[in-house]
């Protein structure tokens, strides 16, 4: 089995900034493909972004594009996800994911990944 916690999210005010953190436990960390997607009341769940196993390779959403960062510490078994630029349309519960598939390519896809954590809300108010 594999954990994966969220932490980082609050209220923050529009174009501030925020970095949230996923803290994966249970397996070996390196070899997966990590992704952030999000959910926004009313609306189905969004991929954000996602980073290969090595961090080489990283993919975003347009929406969040020249905003967010994604980046991970293998030594840490954590993922990040930086946002800067906030705004009140951001405004969603959180996920990390992670794909076991090892050394894999980056999927953009929820259904590809295998793993989730529990979330955490960020809420940019205008």
């Known amino acids: 089995q594999v954990q994966l916690v969220e932490s980082g999210g609050r209220l923050v005010e529009a174009v501030g900034s925020l970095r949230l953190s996923c803290a994966v436990s249970g397996r070996t960390f390196r070899p997966y493909t990590m992704g952030w997607f999000r959910q926004a009341p009313g609306k189905e769940r969004e991929f954000v972004a996602a980073?290969?196993?090595?961090?080489?390779?990283?993919y975003y959403a347009d929406s969040v594009k020249g905003r967010f960062t994604i980046s991970r510490d293998n030594a840490k078994n954590t993922v990040y996800l930086q946002m800067n630029s906030l705004k009140p349309e951001d405004t969603a519960v959180y996920y990390c994911a992670a794909d076991i598939t090892p050394w894999g390519v980056i999927v953009r896809t929820a259904e590809d990944y295998d793993y989730w954590g529990q979330g955490t809300q960020v809420t940019v108010s205008s």
């Open positions: 980073i290969n196993w090595n961090g080489g390779n990283t």
